[in-house]
Nanobody
Framework: QVQLVESGGGLVQAGGSLRLSCTTSGGTLSSYTMGWFRQAPGKEREFVSLISYAGGRKVYADSVKGRFTISRDNAKTTVYLEMNSLKPEDTAVYYC????WGAGTMEPDPYDHWGQGTQVTVSS
């Protein structure tokens, strides 16, 4: 059973950058397609980005394309989300999620494992 722990969130001004980390344990990271989702107050959880278990496929939500970069380091059992040019509308709790041998979907349901989330707040 893989466990996920997010870190790296915080308060940043608009235009700034943050790097989120998702550290995994209890499983083989290279077997999991990993996703990042976010949820703002009063809104549904939404897809941000995913990276396939082999690392060759990366998908981004239109709202973050060109600003966010997802990567993985299987040796360090960590997945990263580099966030640049942050906007106030990026404010949310960010969650990482794992899907064993997942094909890679923007829907949250196939992801079986979730972290507790890390808060990102972007001030204007």
């Amino acid at each position: 059973q893989v466990q996920l722990v997010e870190s790296g969130g915080g308060l940043v001004q608009a235009g700034g950058s943050l790097r989120l980390s998702c550290t995994t344990s209890g499983g083989t990271l290279s077997s999991y397609t990993m996703g990042w989702f976010r949820q703002a107050p009063g809104k549904e959880r939404e897809f941000v980005s995913l990276i396939s278990y082999a690392g060759g496929r990366k998908v981004y939500a239109d709202s973050v394309k060109g600003r966010f970069t997802i990567s993985r380091d299987n040796a360090k059992t960590t997945v990263y989300l580099e966030m640049n040019s942050l906007k106030p509308e990026d404010t949310a709790v960010y969650y990482c999620a794992a899907d064993l041998w997942g094909a890679g979907t923007m829907e949250p349901d196939p992801y079986d494992h979730w972290g507790q989330g890390t808060q990102v707040t972007v001030s204007s």
